[in-house]
């Protein structure tokens, strides 16, 4: 089945440590996105690429980053996390900008 | 900006009751309009969507939305609830813009099944 994976499922990482989520998929979209989602609330967006152009959102702190080396694979990047972004980290594909999005099962990130 | 507001944060039904979710929405437009649903420590999974045509959207899992543009609306239904959808509801409205697209998400509504 064509799918969203995302690797690791659970994280945990020590407060300022570098530490890279993955994201891979196989339905082929052209947009990859990162969200970032705190225990009782909604999706927030930090970023997206179509193809290859990297889309911030203007409240995205700079301390997150992503790369996306090929269609397939995306990466989110936290350069020095703090006890505030631990989150559930979800990643989605969408065809096309105006179409529907499909997610991943998402990365919980714990930071001691 | 747009908005979406989903009113209640918490709904209790009894295992083969009916259900429906509000959701509205504040937009000039008419926006693209979906439902996700998430089980505790999973990713969100669609639903159903609606982009235009038929206001009465058929999703999966036995679960419909109605596209109310008099009312801005975009209400969830189900007519016998399942023990399994006890899970978190996500109402979202999505605009295309000049820089990109926007996907705005409702609070969420929190479904328990009792049984």
């Known amino acids: 089945d064509a799918m969203v994976i995302q690797n690791p499922r659970y994280q945990v990482t020590q407060f300022g440590k570098p530490v890279t989520l993955s994201c891979s998929q196989t339905?082929?979209?052209?947009?990859m996105y990162w969200y970032q989602q705190k225990s009782s609330q909604a999706p927030k967006l930090l970023f997206h690429?179509?193809?290859?152009?990297?889309?911030n959102e203007a409240d995205t702190p700079d301390n997150f980053q992503s790369r996306r080396p090929n269609t397939s694979f995306c990466f989110l990047d936290i350069r020095s996390p703090g006890l505030g972004d631990a989150a559930m980290y979800l990643c989605?594909?969408?065809?096309?900008?105006?179409?529907?999005?499909?997610f991943g099962p998402g990365t919980r990130l714990t930071v001691l | 900006a747009q908005s979406v507001t989903q009113p209640d944060i918490h709904i209790t039904v009894s295992e083969g009751a009916s259900l429906e979710l509000r959701c509205n929405y504040s937009y000039g437009a008419t926006p693209y309009l979906f439902w996700y649903v998430q089980s505790p420590g999973q990713g969100l999974q669609l639903l159903l969507k609606?982009?235009?045509?038929?206001?009465l959207v058929q999703g999966i899992k036995g679960f419909e939305a109605e596209f109310k543009r008099s009312q801005s609306s975009f209400n969830l239904r189900k007519p016998s609830v399942h023990w399994s959808d006890a899970a978190e509801y996500f109402c979202a409205v999505g605009i295309l813009t000049g820089g990109g697209n926007k996907l705005t998400f409702g609070t969420g509504t929190q479904l328990k099944v009792e049984l």
């Open positions: 690429y179509y193809d290859k152009d990297f889309n």
């Open positions: 339905l082929n979209h052209n947009v």
């Open positions: 609606y982009f235009s045509g038929d206001t």
């Open positions: 989605a594909t969408s065809r096309d900008l105006d179409r529907e999005r499909y």
